[in-house]
């Protein structure tokens, strides 16, 4: 079993960073690929990054590519999302995931997540 836990969210306004992390219980963090989710109001959740087991490979919705950084720490048992040049259509809850790896998470194939934490981002 893994728990995540996330931290980081908030108001920031347009333009703004923040930086989310994702703790993990287990000594096997290791062994999954990470990734961010997020969800508006009223539409469906949507992937928003993910990175490999061993960081090598990281993947990227198209709606964030240059503005937002996935990274892991492994001597942490931690993933980071640094968000940048925050838009109002960033404003969701942002959970982590582990799963199998990169790609299959990026199609939504999970083992574990976060509870969230929310990301508001005023105009």
């Known amino acids: 079993q893994v728990q995540l836990v996330e931290s980081g969210g908030g108001l920031v306004q347009a333009g703004g960073s923040l930086r989310l992390a994702c703790a993990a219980s287990a000594r096997t963090f290791s062994n999954y690929a990470m990734g961010w989710f997020r969800q508006a109001p009223g539409k469906e959740r949507e992937f928003v990054a993910a990175?490999?087991?061993?960081?090598?490979?990281?993947y990227y919705a198209d709606s964030v590519k240059g503005r937002f950084t996935i990274s892991r720490d492994t001597a942490k048992n931690t993933v980071y999302l640094q968000m940048n040049n925050l838009k109002p259509e960033d404003t969701a809850v942002y959970s982590c995931?582990?799963?199998?790896?990169?790609?299959?998470?990026?199609?939504?194939?999970?083992?574990?997540w976060g509870q969230g934490t929310q990301v508001t981002v005023s105009s």
């Open positions: 995931a582990a799963g199998p790896n990169g790609p299959r998470l990026r199609d939504g194939v999970t083992d574990y």
């Open positions: 990175i490999s087991r061993n960081g090598a490979f990281i």
